[in-house]
């Protein structure tokens, strides 16, 4: 039985290489199933076996089952493998074709409502924010109208503070213009029975191309004096300058005008008739 097996497989490994040819192949294959029973009778009967091979030749060989019909499958599945693989690519390929279109279609179906539906929140995120940007200026507007009215009312409450001030104001001007002529015809009045009295000095500086003397300059002084301010000026000494041709004049003064006034006039009279000062002018009261 062993003998058998390996004479079998020894068999196949010496035609491997013919069995490769498809029509070979094939009749090799058509040849054993269809003698099936012949095969395992040969292989696993417990007779002797010239007893096998008698009673397969007797029973089951025969031009048709050993030749014929193993042929002409072969010849069938050779020929037409090649148009019976290609009906089935194709048919294979318009179902895989078909299938792929449907998942396409799902997955552009789904592309589609997810583009939908994010173009819907889209739209109602911008009108959300443009509702919200509308509710932040109504908003602002209304704070700033709410300032405009308390500044409108402060503004209101201010100008009728400031009346009031000024209201105020014109009365204590008027008050004061009041007693001031009242305070004033007074002390005109005093001054004008009194007088008032105060002691000053200014320097003379003597110029000899006037050939005008000092006396003389002094009451011309005077005269100027008591004409613009209807006051008395008496001289009560003089100090000579070193070095500048001049004194530094005492003088006593009353009348209703004050040292300044007094002075500038002194002053004015000075310049005007080329007796110039020097750059500061001493006071004592």
Do not use: C
């Amino acid at each position: 039985m062993e003998r058998i097996v390996n004479q079998f497989r020894s068999l196949f490994e010496v035609s491997s290489e013919r069995l490769r040819n498809p029509l070979l192949f094939s009749f090799f294959i058509s040849l054993l199933i269809i003698n099936w029973k012949s095969v395992l009778i040969l292989l696993f009967s417990e007779s002797s076996i010239e007893k096998r091979i008698f009673f397969v030749e007797d029973n089951y060989l025969n031009i048709y089952t050993s030749l014929v019909v193993p042929l002409l499958i072969a010849l069938v599945y050779t020929f037409l493998q090649d148009l019976f693989m290609r009906i089935v690519e194709k048919v294979t390929y318009r179902e895989i074709n078909k299938r792929r279109e449907i998942k396409n279609q799902h997955l552009l179906d789904k592309i589609g409502r997810k583009f939908e539906r994010d173009k819907k929140e889209l739209k109602f995120e911008n009108q959300k924010s443009e509702l919200l940007r509308e509710q932040n200026i109504n908003l602002q507007i209304d704070n700033y109208k709410k300032e405009i009215s308390n500044l409108q009312e402060k503004n209101a409450q201010l100008n009728k503070r400031n009346e009031e001030h000024l209201k105020k104001i014109e009365e204590a001007q008027k008050e004061n213009a009041r007693l001031f002529s009242i305070a004033n015809n007074a002390e005109w009045k005093n001054l004008f029975e009194n007088g008032e009295e105060f002691h000053g000095q200014f320097a003379l500086i003597i110029n000899h191309k006037n050939k005008i003397g000092t006396n003389d300059i002094l009451a011309e002084l005077s005269s100027y004096i008591e004409k613009e301010t209807n006051g008395t000026i008496e001289y009560t000494g003089w100090d000579p300058l070193e070095n500048k041709g001049g004194f530094m004049v005492n003088y006593k003064f009353k009348g209703d005008r004050d040292r300044n006034e007094v002075q500038e006039l002194i002053n004015i009279y000075l310049e005007s008739n080329n007796f110039k000062l020097p750059n500061s002018v001493r006071k004592n009261g």
